[in-house]
């Protein structure tokens, strides 16, 4: 299982699937490539300062190691974005809501997210969109 390192990964990853969990969100996409499990993992500054930050990160990285790797599927990319409640959550509760966040992306239909993301572009392209047709005019 390797780690995902680069912006452009991790924006490709937030244009596909999503599970929603008490402390954290799980995002995924299929690659096209033959390459191992990627896994990244994101705490934004509104969880708290950097010392909280890094606490929930090692939190959402062990729940991964403790994880069964068959649960993920191959040729994947996955981002754990870490909540505030995963500090106080036990640590089985979220190990359970991992299991069970991955079970429900393996449900969703892959055809299913990528014709919606075909049908209206990614969201990366309709903020563009947005921010080309709400400039000011000068006075």
Do not use: C, W
Request: hydrophobic content about 35%.
């Amino acid at each position: 299982m390797d780690r995902l390192r680069q912006r452009a990964d991790f924006l490709a990853v937030a244009n596909g699937a999503r599970a929603n969990g008490t402390a954290f969100v799980l995002q995924a996409r299929a690659r096209d490539d033959a390459g191992p499990v990627r896994i990244g993992f994101t705490v934004t500054k509104k969880n708290g300062n950097a010392p909280q930050r890094n606490r929930i990160r090692r939190r959402l990285r062990e729940l991964v190691k403790r994880l069964d790797v068959i649960s993920m599927r191959p040729h994947h990319d996955y981002v754990l974005v870490g909540r505030r409640t995963a500090l106080d959550r036990d640590f089985a509760a979220m190990l359970d809501d991992l299991r069970s966040a991955l079970r429900r992306l393996d449900r969703q239909a892959p055809s299913k997210a990528s014709s919606s993301e075909a049908a209206t572009g990614s969201r990366q392209e309709n903020a563009s969109k947005a921010d080309t047709g709400t400039s000011r005019q000068p006075n």
